[in-house]
């Protein structure tokens, strides 16, 4: 696609999407979160199995010969600052094996992780234990709260287990009661609460370290389907309060597309795909994940750079100015009710236009049979 000056008249208008993916793109320069190479073999002699070709065997057919099975192979990627940065696959895929990994719950077989600067994979027990309490933070899927204590005291364990003062944890744990909307619960016990609200508990807890990096393994999927539409505004509302770096882990496609900056997609521990929620749904790596994404709603999760296309030399300049990561349902009614084409906009430079046909046609072919 061709770049053209826009005219002098216009207003170039950079929406809140384009901005947060630019502000990322920067931040990834220098990633929060590196992961390289990272592998978890299961089994006798696993160290063994790395190089060799028996790596590049199936799950079944490494079972078969070795008694050794592949959880995560060979995966890496980086997390910029306050990126939501989401894993998904289906059970078995790798997925909860990768995150435990990550803090050494789980000891990788091989590969390097660092967080903000720190080699976790060769840590010493000290230093593990000081990023666990700090720097990282985990979201179970099954709370992991404690039954005898109330509410603001489960908020404060984990600053009580830092060692912190009473006073000082007490008061941070009330600013974050108040934070995941519980006032009023602080002197509740667990099975006072919906699981909605013990998640509540379980977010407050999390974010009450003030941690480097938030870590959710499949933290909704035991929940009511209503309950967990609910609690994935809850995280995205406290993303943009708090703007804490995240790692979501999931098995669920329209969470990871509605939550994550960025998705990762595991099959049988291997990275299929990398991308941004448009790209994973525009552009799928191959026919697992054209499998995947083939019932979502196309129209909400392409952007208009996915369907601009070069102005026609007889077609007006004047329509609406819109960014090119604006999604194609938002834009929708603006370039409907328009008489001209919509212009995709970043700075000075006119990227393409959308008209009416453009929008129709992904609105249409999701809605064919």
Not at 4 to 32: F, K, N, Q, Y
Not at 92 to 114: D, W
Not at 118 to 124: P, V
Request: hydrophobic letters at 45%.
């Amino acid at each position: 696609m061709s770049t053209h000056a826009l005219p002098v008249a216009a207003a170039p208008v950079e929406d809140d999407v384009s901005a947060r993916i630019a502000r990322l793109d920067e931040a990834r320069r220098t990633p929060l979160l590196h992961v390289d190479g990272l592998w978890k073999v299961f089994g006798a002699k696993s160290d063994r199995i790395i190089g060799t070709p028996d790596a590049d065997l199936s799950r079944r057919e490494l079972m078969a010969k070795t008694g050794c099975v592949v959880a995560v192979k060979d995966v890496s990627f980086d997390v910029a600052p306050g990126e939501v940065f989401v894993v998904m696959g289906l059970s078995g895929s790798g997925k909860s094996t990768l995150v435990r990994c990550l803090t050494r719950l789980i000891e990788p077989t091989a590969g390097q992780v660092t967080v903000a600067g720190q080699d976790i994979t060769s840590a010493t027990d000290a230093q593990l234990r000081d990023l666990r309490r700090k720097h990282v933070a985990m979201v179970f899927q099954h709370f992991g709260l404690l039954p005898h204590r109330r509410v603001i005291d489960n908020v404060a364990y984990g600053l009580e287990i830092r060692g912190d003062g009473k006073a000082a944890r007490r008061e941070r744990a009330q600013e974050m009661v108040d934070l995941v909307g519980l006032s009023g619960n602080e002197n509740s016990y667990p099975d006072q609460l919906s699981g909605g609200m013990q998640q509540r508990v379980g977010l407050a807890r999390a974010l009450a370290v003030d941690p480097s990096v938030l870590l959710f393994d499949e933290p909704f999927s035991a929940l009511d389907p209503l309950i967990r539409r609910d609690m994935q505004n809850e995280v995205i509302r406290l993303h943009h309060e708090v703007g804490k770096t995240m790692v979501f882990i999931t098995h669920d496609l329209a969470e990871a597309l509605k939550l994550g900056d960025r998705i990762l997609i595991m099959r049988d521990g291997a990275m299929v795909q990398v991308g941004r929620p448009d790209e994973v749904v525009g552009a799928p790596a191959d026919d697992y994940v054209r499998d995947f994404v083939s019932d979502v709603p196309r129209s909400h999760v392409l952007t208009l750079r996915w369907v601009m296309r070069d102005p026609r030399p007889e077609e007006s300049l004047e329509g609406p100015v819109m960014g090119p990561d604006t999604v194609v349902k938002n834009a929708a009614h603006r370039v409907l009710a328009s008489a001209h084409p919509a212009r995709v906009v970043v700075g000075d430079q006119l990227l393409g236009v959308v008209d009416r046909e453009d929008i129709l046609r992904v609105i249409v072919a999701e809605e064919s049979p």
